[in-house]
């Protein structure tokens, strides 16, 4: 017999993803240490002025450091 599982979605949930990191992790010490504020005004003129918003280029290059340190 095939079982089928009933899902009850909940009203609300609490979650709270920086409670699930530890505050020694490699990469909170590295988000409080290195500021990246300077990315925007180094790459203001790569990015057009017209048309849908791309990437924000701090999460860009964070995905960018994250991939290349693991």
Not at 9 to 15: D, G, S, V
Not at 26 to 48: C, H, M, P, V, W
Not at 49 to 66: C, M, N, T, Y
Request: hydrophobic fraction near 40%; charge should be positive.
């Amino acid at each position: 017999m095939q079982g089928k599982k009933k899902f009850t979605p909940k009203i609300f949930y609490q979650l709270s993803l920086d409670a699930l990191v530890p505050e020694d992790n490699f990469y909170r010490k590295i988000q409080s240490e290195l500021g990246l504020d300077f990315l925007y005004k180094a790459t203001r003129n790569y990015y057009g002025k017209e048309g849908q918003a791309s990437i924000d280029p701090v999460v860009f290059f964070k995905i960018l450091l994250v991939g290349y340190l693991n």
